[in-house]
């Protein structure tokens, strides 16, 4: 057995002690401070361990207190406010301007055909 195997096999070992701790103090209805006290462990190690082997279960915890207790934001939705201000101006010589306020073509180009067409 090389270096690398070993240490492998001292990890897997680690771990499996450590799964068999968290396991055993799931079914005891101690606190961990209490669970490590009786049972002569480094309560930060074992929190550590108890993080590693249930990180999903921590976030769908945390996704479901969320969906029980969800934040909503007031919306206002005003409408847009009108412009005053010209979309598009014409200048045709000096005595003619011709002012735009809106991109709707119905809304100008209505009043200006039958100018066009006098002229």
Known sequence: ?????????????RRNYWKKQVCDWQQTGLSVSEY???NGLNQHQFKYWQYQFAPQTRKSKKA???LEHPTFIPVTIAPKPQ?????????????????????????????????????
């Open 83 to 119: 412009s005053s201000a010209p979309v598009f101006v014409l200048h045709l010589g000096t005595k003619c301007r011709l002012e735009i306020t809106s991109m709707d073509p119905v809304a100008w180009l209505t009043p200006l055909l039958p100018l066009l067409m006098e002229g």
């Open 64 to 66: 479901i207190q969320r």
């Open 1 to 13: 057995m090389d270096q690398t195997t070993s240490y492998q096999a001292l990890c897997e070992e």
């Open 36 to 38: 490590c006290r009786e």
